[in-house]
């Protein structure tokens, strides 16, 4: 489903109304479906992008793929994995996850040591406005070899623009996959245009349809045999 099925026919739908002009206007609709696709990847952490940055000798800090700090939530549950390669040999190390407090309390002097070797610890620092990753101690390629770093992160979903815009675009799960839970936009989105109206049982009723897509998505990704709870903030 793309972005002007859903703030078009879906929220007709949903809403009752064909109404693109007065109340529900088009740019309305369009600022809530938006809402919606960051709202649900908030809540069910669905939008993962995964990198994989080459690193250089003598270089501590990478952007992670361009991406903006506001943007980064945080790592995945996947590891970060320090990838080398000699040939058609490839090794995967998985670093240890921290942030640069940790760094300055449990590593002191960390950021002047000079040190270099092989990496142990990645850090995100979101100094500068960018997303960016710290290493420590500082990689040290040999010769022959390539470094590179595999990291999957969360992220906030970029606005949809286009009409041809697909919610959850650039996300490393497949788009087949998360279609099935496209129409949860349409629900949360209705809900915040029916604050228009004063309509708190629709409002609350659309927030339970959408409730419902979550834990849907949430039972779909948890091991056999665990339960998950859907916590909503309301504004």
């Given at each position: 489903?793309?972005?002007?099925?859903?703030?078009?026919?879906?929220?007709?739908?949903?809403?009752?109304?064909?109404?693109?002009?007065?109340?529900?206007?088009?740019?309305?609709?369009?600022?809530?479906?938006?809402?919606?696709?960051?709202?649900?990847?908030?809540?069910?952490?669905?939008?993962?992008?995964?990198?994989?940055?080459?690193?250089?000798?003598?270089?501590?800090?990478?952007?992670?793929?361009?991406?903006?700090?506001?943007?980064?939530?945080?790592?995945?549950?996947?590891?970060?994995?320090?990838?080398?390669?000699?040939?058609?040999?490839?090794?995967?190390?998985?670093?240890?996850?921290?942030?640069?407090?940790?760094?300055?309390?449990?590593?002191?002097?960390?950021?002047?040591?000079?040190?270099?070797?092989?990496?142990?610890?990645?850090?995100?620092?979101?100094?500068?406005?960018?997303?960016?990753?710290?290493?420590?101690?500082?990689?040290?390629?040999?010769?022959?070899?390539?470094?590179?770093?595999?990291?999957?992160?969360?992220?906030t979903p970029a606005d949809m623009v286009s009409d041809t815009d697909v919610p959850f675009r650039h996300a490393s799960d497949s788009l087949t996959s998360l279609e099935p839970y496209h129409w949860a936009l349409a629900h949360f989105a209705a809900s915040?245009?029916?604050?228009?109206?004063?309509?708190?049982?629709?409002?609350?009723?659309?927030?339970?349809?959408?409730?419902?897509?979550?834990?849907?998505?949430?039972?779909?990704?948890?091991?056999?045999?665990?339960?998950?709870?859907?916590?909503?903030?309301?504004?």
């Open positions: 489903m793309d972005f002007k099925a859903l703030y078009g026919e879906a929220l007709d739908f949903e809403l009752g109304s064909y109404d693109t002009t007065e109340l529900f206007t088009t740019a309305r609709r369009k600022l809530a479906v938006n809402r919606a696709q960051r709202e649900f990847a908030r809540l069910t952490q669905c939008y993962i992008r995964e990198f994989l940055t080459p690193l250089v000798s003598g270089t501590a800090s990478y952007d992670v793929g361009g991406v903006a700090a506001d943007a980064f939530v945080d790592f995945s549950r996947r590891p970060v994995d320090l990838v080398r390669t000699r040939g058609v040999d490839v090794a995967a190390t998985p670093l240890q996850r921290h942030d640069v407090p940790w760094l300055d309390l449990h590593k002191p002097g960390w950021r002047d040591s000079g040190t270099a070797g092989v990496p142990e610890v990645v850090a995100y620092n979101p100094d500068g406005g960018a997303a960016t990753l710290l290493l420590t101690p500082t990689p040290l390629v040999p010769a022959g070899e390539t470094w590179s770093l595999r990291l999957a992160a969360l992220v915040l245009l029916e604050r228009l109206r004063k309509d708190t049982d629709a409002v609350e009723k659309q927030l339970t349809l959408f409730g419902a897509y979550v834990q849907d998505y949430q039972g779909s990704q948890r091991p056999l045999g665990q339960h998950n709870s859907v916590s909503q903030k309301r504004d």
